[in-house]
């Protein structure tokens, strides 16, 4: 197969090109290595201390504010007491800001400066974290529940400043959110325990949701930095590099056919770092140094591979089911696009990138099937070979969750979702890729060669 000798050719000088560089280059990729910790490090502060003004401004004008109406409304000294510890600690804060500003080793000494940070994050979060402890207004629904909603709101608040350090997220969150709920659960009152209970599934909700983020963020902040480095050691060995990208660099549609250039951005930890090397390999292009090229192909079939089934994911059990006739769970409405191409079209696509150089130089290109299939017309397609009707039950997607596993699930909702259908218009135009196969047809060949070789249980022989 065509795809087969192209990788088998790629593989020989890879391994040619990586012995090479384990006989003189080890100690080189390590440094380099280290090198890109520091960067992602000093990247990591300028996020931190870049919006530490605003954020610092915000929290001393609301501390002012919240302190000045419940010394007003209660008169307690200890409303003082907790005024004078916030503003010691936003004082604090702010000092490292401006020595972090002043200072002229501050890109030099990243891990000080982050430890630097993270200590007065956390002194802020104490501070704001006591207010309940100290003047939390029992038996006062309306003052509880302003003092409630001001102190949810700072946590989530400053969140954006800091997604990008995970320790960061923990110093900040945890002791400004945690005692509230247990301040709240102190009262005994049944609505104070039910705020108490609101309270802390909405720490939860904060903490998961934030980490998640913080994971997507790292992972494309390293990964840019990783590739700029690789790209700095080819610059001078490589007359042209060529990125296998993906089609979940784009995010989820909202006009179809999708092109290079009006896709929405992506979503997930994987899609997001695709465009980043993506958008990082043009940029490098277009300013005059090494020439790449990115093609970005969709969902790989062909002898070989289990394809993307009619319910976005690799499950076996769909094509029994197809071929026995039998009832299949389709969350959402059915219509929803996803995009396959042939192993051997994407193999064109590379060596049309190669021959057409030119063209090629600091481009990106989808390359996928000619036409792409919703899952409903997917399941029927499929189910015809076996000389069946596709029996499609529709379900929602917690109602999906229950029945699959969790891999299942997360692949399904990621391919459907994004609901995409791609034009190769700029492909076919700039480097004449014309693919061979419908989705269809590489879908069909795929199946041929798992259930010919064994790999896919079936209660009805194909047809076609």
Not at 6 to 19: F, G, N, Q
Not at 291 to 314: A, D, E, R
């Amino acid at each position: 197969m065509k795809m087969t000798r192209w990788l088998a050719r790629s593989s020989a000088a890879t391994a040619t090109a990586t012995a090479t560089a384990a006989n003189g280059e080890a100690d080189d990729a390590g440094l380099a290595d280290r090198e890109i910790d520091l960067r992602v490090m000093g990247a990591e502060i300028e996020s931190l201390y870049g919006g530490g003004y605003p954020t610092a401004a915000g929290g001393f004008i609301t501390g002012v504010l919240l302190w000045t109406f419940f010394y007003h409304h209660s008169h307690d000294p200890a409303v003082l007491v907790w005024a004078a510890v916030l503003h010691l600690a936003q004082l604090a804060r702010l000092a490292v800001l401006i020595a972090f500003q002043r200072s002229g080793d501050a890109r030099t000494r990243p891990a000080l400066w982050l430890r630097r940070y993270r200590l007065a994050l956390f002194a802020s979060g104490v501070a704001w974290g006591i207010a309940p402890l100290l003047f939390l207004p029992h038996g006062d629904l309306a003052a509880t529940l302003m003092l409630m909603l001001v102190l949810l709101g700072m946590a989530v608040g400053g969140i954006a400043a800091i997604a990008t350090d995970r320790a960061s997220v923990w110093l900040w969150l945890v002791p400004l959110a945690l005692p509230l709920p247990f301040a709240l659960a102190s009262d005994g009152e049944p609505i104070f325990l039910v705020l108490a209970g609101l309270a802390a599934v909405f720490l939860a909700l904060s903490l998961r949701s934030t980490l998640a983020q913080n994971k997507v963020l790292s992972t494309a902040l390293r990964a840019r930095f990783e590739n700029a480095a690789l790209v700095e050691r080819l610059r001078d060995n490589t007359g042209h590099l060529l990125y296998c990208g993906s089609i979940w660099r784009h995010g989820p549609s909202w006009k179809l056919p999708i092109t290079e250039d009006d896709a929405t951005p992506p979503v997930g930890e994987y899609g997001i770092a695709k465009a980043a090397t993506a958008g990082m390999l043009k940029e490098e292009t277009a300013a005059g140094g090494l020439v790449t090229t990115s093609l970005h192909p969709g969902h790989i079939s062909g002898p070989g591979w289990h394809p993307i089934g009619p319910l976005g994911n690799t499950e076996p059990t769909v094509w029994r089911k197809l071929s026995a006739g039998e009832s299949i769970a389709v969350p959402g409405i059915g219509a929803e696009f996803m995009h396959h191409v042939h192993a051997d079209d994407v193999a064109q696509a590379f060596e049309l990138a190669l021959t057409h150089r030119d063209a090629a130089a600091g481009q990106d290109f989808t390359v996928v099937a000619p036409s792409a299939l919703n899952v409903r017309g997917y399941a029927q397609i499929a189910a015809s070979w076996f000389g069946q009707t596709a029996n499609l039950q529709t379900v929602t997607w917690e109602e999906f969750r229950r029945t699959t596993s969790a891999d299942a699930y997360e692949s399904s909702w990621g391919h459907l979702y994004r609901d995409h259908y791609f034009s190769i218009d700029k492909a076919r135009d700039l480097l004449g890729y014309t693919p061979r196969y419908e989705p269809e047809d590489v879908i069909l060949e795929s199946v041929r060669w798992l259930v010919d070789n064994g790999q896919l249980d079936i209660a009805r022989p194909l047809k076609v």
